[in-house]
């Protein structure tokens, strides 16, 4: 208030900062916009003396197995975040009612499974000995559908911007409490699902860790399982440039930017839509840090 | 349930009954919750009674019940091997680095982010500084293999290179990988606490900085005496939650930015990249569950004792 305009050391420190977070995307995309050839010859450079847009053509050649990735993600995104936001508000709003006789009781089970795992072991025996879901979608789907975490923010929503008296007087009026949850409940929590809602996208999205434990199915590999196999594996590489191969004229196959490309090709979407984004994820570091 | 039923067909009698009409009466919340209690027991409660694998030696042939009980010699070999006093060491070092730095730079950033005047300018900010946070580990992995691909990686190329240093094989050399991992965690990670910390900061009471003004105080005097000690609890309490968390290492970076390679174990092997392998690469299910185990008791522990030190400096920020 006392000066209108930012201190310029701080402006140039910030810059730098941004910079810093955004010249490794540079970098990738560089990557996968260069000659082959000049590549192999001076390196990964930030501005490679030679462009090439071979690597997007060998992908579109061999999109299928893109696009099967990009579908697998994205349903098991669309899914997981619809029945995990109706699973957690569910679960809440019982725990957000003073009069529930079992509150307390629900508080602490919730609260155990914050506080003590049985690891990676038991973890990975209950899916794939008891529930038997290996290899199949729902592997990648069920482990990320509750938190507790959430569930508490949730609550903490429901008890703190829902007058106790509007849920007293609907039901006097005769709604259940189905009819409360969904009618009055579920409209005014809005903001709260958006920004619960963005946080399981974004996990769901960028989950690679069950498909590494649970998928051997090529055809069920998610965006982010395919990523990973192209960078540790060359040869899983090489399969995926030799499929285009036979129908693109070009010599040497270009290893580097194709593999570069497909990190872009799983930016872009994310990156376009960040900027909408970026003000509900914000929003919900904020809900978040209101109860630690 | 079957006592609901005995009060349905007596009613009249006064009876131990009530509680169950009690709950009887909010059958739909249960029903609402009964999901996710569900999905917890599925998910959290069945892998936590799976903690006695950890004193079996695990057969599949003869199935998880059959298999012998061994008492603690999966605790021993994996203490014989070495290994575990490794991978402690490491889970912890690199946590602890973790945490003291990213607080550290996230206050900073925090303070500079709060001054800027300009909203554009500010939301531009903010929105670079949290952008990394968004992308998945997996993504992170092929920045990281940009800048260090011993052949062709901007690194060797062009900064050692020019120099006349000889290019490094980073994904051999355990040596730098502290520092590698340090940068890329804290690249990953410190832009998402600073908006935590900004949060924190705009919500300080502006009548504060007014009559702070009104007194003289310069900008500096404002941020050392007004912002940071207002935001101290918050920075407190995130430590002390870390803290809680000091035993679980974050798989995706150890796994990832590495590319799972082998020959840079002695400094990138932490508990959960250990149990990790151990479980699906040599199928020692002995090492992975006992690791699993220690990880999960010395975890909950921290936790149990955080919680009681955060309680000690304010109560309504424990976690229970």
Redesign the interface.
Known sequence: ???????PI??V??TL??L???I??W??FM?SVADENW??A?????WPGKFSLVAYQYLIEDAEKILRAYGVSALVTVIGVVVSL???S??A???S?K????RGA?SF??????????????????YT???HVQDTLLALI??G??G?FN?IIMRTFFTNSIPPSLIDSSQIDGA???RT?FSIILPLSLPVMATIGLFTT?SY?????TS??FIQNEKLFSL?YL??KT??NASFLQTIANKAYSSTAQVTTPL?SI??AM?MI??GP??LV??FL?KY??RG??V??V?? | MASEKVFITQPGISQPNTKWR??WK?R???I??M???L??L??????????F?AFKDLNYTDG?WKSKWIGLDNFKFLFASNDAWLIIKNTLLYNISFLLINTILAVM?AL??N????KF?S??????????N??????V???V???L?P????I???ILEPFGIDPKNWYAEAQHWPYILTIVNT?KNV??AA??YL??IVGIDSEY??AA?IDGAS?WKQMTKITIPLIAP?II??TL?AIGRIFNAD??LFY?AT??SGMIKETTEVI?TY??SA??VTGD?GL??SA??L??VV??TL??TVNLIVRKFSRE?A??
């Open positions: 208030m006392n000066q209108k305009r930012t201190n701080i402006v420190v910030l900062f941004s810093a977070c955004l490794p995307f970098l990738v990557i590549v192999t001076h390196g990964y450079s930030f109706f699973v957690t569910a679960m709003y019982a725990l009612r009069e529930f006789p079992l629900l089970y919730i609260l155990i499974t914050m506080l003590f795992s049985g690891g990676l072991l038991p973890w990975y025996l209950v000995r008891f529930l069920i482990p559908l509750i507790g569930v259940g409490e189905f949850y974004v999205w960028n989950d690679w860790f590494l434990v982010q990523l990973t960078l540790m580097e593999r570069m990190a799983a930016i994310l990156v960040f900027p970026q994820f914000v570091l904020t978040g840090a109860k630690g | 009690h709950f909010y739909a919340l249960i609402l919750a999901p996710g209690i999905l917890m599925i998910n959290n409660y069945l892998p936590m009674f799976g903690i694998l998880i950033l500079l982010l001054e800027v005047k300009n300018a939301k531009f900010f903010q929105s670079t500084v949290i952008l990394p968004f992308i998945s580990m997996v993504i992995g092929y920045i293999y940009g800048f691909n052949e062709l990686g901007f060797n190329k062009f690249w832009g998402y908006v935590v949060a924190a900085y007014e003004v900008r918050i309490i995130m939650l798989f995706g990832q590319m799972a959960d149990v990790y479980l699906m299910t992975a569950s699993g185990l990880q999960s975890g909950f936790v149990v920020n976690l229970f």
